[in-house]
Structures are given as C-alpha cells and as structure tokens.
C-alpha cells in the first residue's frame, strides 16, 4: 500500500494492491450481512443458528435473529469484481495510521437481511453492488464524434 496526495485536496489517499493470485478464491462458507452488531472475531456457527425458509415471493427468505424477523434475499458480486472478507491485523490508534488488512476469504455472493422489512431494489447494499456499473459508465472513454 501507498500513499498518494489528492491535488488540491490536502488529503491522503490509501492504495490498496492486490494479484488475483494472492485471493484464495475457495469461500469457507456462506456470508450474512445482518442488520445488527454481533461481537465475535472469526467464523460463526451459521447453519445452527440461522436457518433461512423460502418465502412466497420468489428469492426472499425469511429467518429470526434473537427473536427478531429478518427478510432477505441472495446477492451476487457484480460480474468482475470478487467480494472479500479481510482481517485487521492491528487495529491503528489514529485515523492517519496506515491500517494492514490481511484477505481471509473471497465470496462470489451473499445474503443480505433486513429487520422485518422485505428485501427491495432500494436497500443500501443492492445499490451499493449496483454502483460498480455507474462508475464504469462514467469513467469509460469517450468518443469524439
């Protein structure tokens, strides 16, 4: 990783490389992203603990989390890009310390859940993961005509 200045900015943008050979591309499991905070560092027992059902609408699933209703669907990685699931190696002090990130899984999808509320086009991570075809759109060349 470097650092490169932003013109005219007076900010410090972080780089971060990486090969396609250094990912190991075997996932070792499912991914949940759960609208909640759950205090464990490592791999979760997930299939004891969540057990999704289909639901009427095609895709949805539904399941409960500490009594709670979740509703959500699976969501693939944009075509040519690789989801990631990485490690801090050391939590930094100060928001300027370079932070060292260490990959410990890729993942071509993920199951997303909302709390009680059905997955929609309009949820934060679809339109995050539909973000990656605007940016290519506008920094694509431009022909003169």
């Given at each position: 990783?470097g650092?490169k200045?932003?013109?005219?900015?007076?900010?410090?943008?972080?780089?971060?490389?990486?090969?396609?050979?250094?990912?190991?591309?075997?996932?070792?499991?499912?991914?949940?992203?759960?609208?909640?905070?759950?205090?464990?560092?490592?791999?979760?027992?997930?299939?004891?603990?969540?057990?999704?059902?289909?639901?009427?609408?095609?895709?949805?699933?539904?399941?409960?989390?500490?009594?709670?209703?979740?509703?959500?669907?699976?969501?693939?990685?944009?075509?040519?890009?690789?989801?990631?699931?990485?490690?801090?190696?050391?939590e930094?002090?100060?928001?300027?310390?370079?932070?060292?990130?260490?990959?410990?899984?890729a993942?071509?999808?993920?199951?997303?859940?909302?709390?009680?509320?059905?997955?929609?086009?309009?949820?934060?991570?679809?339109?995050?993961?539909?973000?990656?075809?605007?940016?290519?759109?506008?920094?694509?060349?431009?022909?003169?005509?």
């Open positions: 990783p650092r200045a932003a013109e005219g900015s007076g900010m410090a943008v972080r780089w971060i490389g990486l090969a396609s050979g250094d990912l190991p591309l075997r996932p070792r499991g499912e991914v949940h992203l759960l609208p909640a905070r759950v205090r464990l560092d490592g791999e979760a027992k997930v299939a004891e603990y969540l057990r999704p059902a289909e639901r009427e609408e095609p895709g949805e699933m539904q399941a409960s989390f500490r009594g709670r209703a979740l509703r959500g669907r699976d969501l693939p990685v944009p075509p040519g890009y690789v989801g990631l699931i990485l490690k801090e190696d050391q930094s002090c100060l928001e300027e310390e370079d932070r060292r990130v260490t990959v410990m899984s993942f071509p999808s993920l199951t997303y859940w909302n709390l009680e509320t059905p997955p929609t086009a309009d949820d934060s991570v679809v339109m995050a993961m539909s973000w990656t075809q605007i940016a290519e759109a506008v920094h694509a060349p431009v022909e003169d005509q």
